[in-house]
Each structure stands twice: as C-alpha cells, then as structure tokens.
C-alpha cells in the first residue's frame, strides 16, 4: 500500500508540475497573451465599459499604470517559477523514495510545499482578482483560479497521507 501511495503521490505532484510548467513557458515565451489579461483586471477596463456606474463606486482600486501592471505580471511569473521548481523536486525526490534512495517523507515534504506554492499562485489571483471585481467580466479566469486551487488542495490532501 506504501507504494502505491507515494505513486499516486508522486503522478499527482507531477501532473500540477507538469500543468503549472506549460503556463510557466507561456508567460515567458509569449508573456503577451497573459499579460494583456492581467492588465485589464487591474485596469477593470471591461467593468468601466459593462458597468460604469458600479465601476464609478470603485474605481479608486483601479491600476492603471503600465509598469505596475507589468511588474506585477513578472511577480506571478516569478512565483509560478518557484513553485514549478519546487514541484518538480518534489516529484523527483518522490521518484527516489520509490527507488528507496530517500526517504518518503523527504519527498512528501518537498512535494506539499511544491503543491502549496501551486495552490497559492491560483489562490492568490482568487484574492486579487476579487480586490478587481473580476468576477464582473471575467468569470472564465474566476472559475480557472478556482478549479486549480481546488485541484491543488487536493494534491496537498493526497500527498498529506502517509
């Protein structure tokens, strides 16, 4: 059954690892596509244009500053950064305790705090977002943020079996 668990552990770190890395190389190779979006919540560009009279109320909240916004688009990069790295040794180190050249908990430590940097990126645009109102216009990005957070917790509770 140990086994099998830390199998189960080990496909589960790497399958956020592995989703968290293709949205890593996007926002690096094209940081545009993201980017873009990113602004536009912290603008609330489409609440201003969907609903001006509620965009009036909270409108202070709005950034509009382009370097702002760019950093803090290169912020979410960073920490998508960290936390693929911590991912990924989590998985490898889970490889290892399979092999039996560490142990378990090595890899269980390492992979929690990989699926928590994971959970917090998306739980932290869940936050942000809701500062933004985004759920005003982008409910699409609302409901993404909050699957993979919920799919991160999940990671966490699985490999917080022992």
């Known amino acids: 059954m140990e086994t099998a668990l830390i199998l189960a552990q080990t496909v589960a770190t790497g399958l956020i690892a592995a989703w968290l890395t293709l949205g890593l190389r996007d926002n690096i190779l094209h940081p545009s596509m993201n980017e873009t979006y990113t602004a536009e919540v912290l603008s609330m560009a489409r609440m ?15 950034i509009t500053d382009r370097s702002l916004q760019k950093l803090a688009f290169r912020l979410v990069v960073i920490a998508e950064a960290i936390a693929c790295a911590i991912l990924w040794a989590g998985v490898v ?27 917090a990126v998306w739980g932290g645009f869940l936050v942000v977002g809701n500062h933004f109102y985004y759920w005003y216009c982008h409910e699409g990005a609302q409901n993404t943020h909050y699957q993979m957070t919920l799919w991160g917790m999940g990671t966490m509770i699985l490999i917080s079996l022992a």
């Open 48 to 62: 201003k244009e969907a609903w001006p009279e509620d965009y009036k109320t909270v409108s202070y909240r709005a």
């Open 93 to 119: 180190l889970l490889i290892l305790s399979l092999a039996g050249l560490v142990m378990s908990d090595t890899g269980r430590t390492v992979a929690l705090l990989g699926a928590t940097a994971f959970t």
